[in-house]
T-cell receptor, first 109, second 113 residues
């Protein structure tokens, strides 16, 4: 099956800083989603982005399907951005996503 | 418009007991997916169902685990004779169609003593 690698595994930021999270995948992509799992465990959809670029407030994402990676940008980070960010990719003939291991983000005030 | 609902949110079982986890998809969604998350790990796909049909159960353990999505009522993930290794967070997601965005419920945290 498809391999999904996320980097960095851990990230610590000061409030106000910017960051880029990366998701590499090993096969052609049918769909790709970014999620934020908050400290209470809830999974929140951020982007559905099999290709191209999308923006939502301080967050934006870019997927370059031909080069098999996606990037999540967080600008002017806030303490509420803390949590784990997952990339989930479906490939081949399947639309069932495979999740990466996530990037754990801590934003300090 | 309510999101995906799961209950219970927390479930404690002793070894050998049965666990029943419920998931009500978003209104209008007929595609339901179950995932398991072990501590410090990402989510692992278990099973994909449409109303009354199991479409893909490739991620489901062959024994003790079963899932259903009846014509009426929520989807049920059933774990028989639970063992400590079943302790995890179980998430349900739903979508309008297979190619559409999946929306996740709050999860059920199962603890097996």
């Amino acid at each position: 099956g498809i391999q999904v690698e996320q980097s960095p595994p851990d990230l610590i930021l000061q409030e106000g800083a910017n960051s880029t999270l990366r998701c590499n995948f090993s096969d052609s992509v049918n769909n790709l989603q970014w999620f934020h799992q908050n400290p209470w465990g809830q999974l929140i959809n951020l982007f559905y982005i099999p290709s191209g670029t999308k923006q939502n407030g301080r967050l934006s994402a870019t997927t370059v399907a031909t080069e098999r990676y996606s990037l999540l940008y967080i600008s002017s980070s806030q303490t509420t951005d803390s949590g784990v960010y997952f990339c989930a990719v479906a490939s081949g003939g399947s639309y069932i996503p495979t999740f990466g291991r996530g990037t754990s983000l801590i934003v300090h005030p | 418009n309510a999101g995906v609902m799961q209950n219970p949110r927390h479930l404690v079982r002793r070894r050998g007991q049965e666990a029943r986890l419920r998931c009500s998809p978003m209104k209008g969604h007929s595609h339901v997916y179950w995932y398991r998350q072990l501590p410090e790990e990402g989510l692992k796909f278990m099973v994909y169902l449409q109303k009354e049909n199991i479409i893909d159960e490739s991620g489901m353990p062959k024994e003790r685990f079963s899932a259903e999505f009846p014509k009426e009522g929520p989807s049920i993930l059933r774990i028989q004779q639970v063992v400590r290794g079943d302790s995890a967070a179980y998430f349900c997601a739903s979508s309008l169609d297979l190619q559409e965005t999946q929306y996740f419920g709050p999860g059920t945290r199962l603890l097996v003593l």
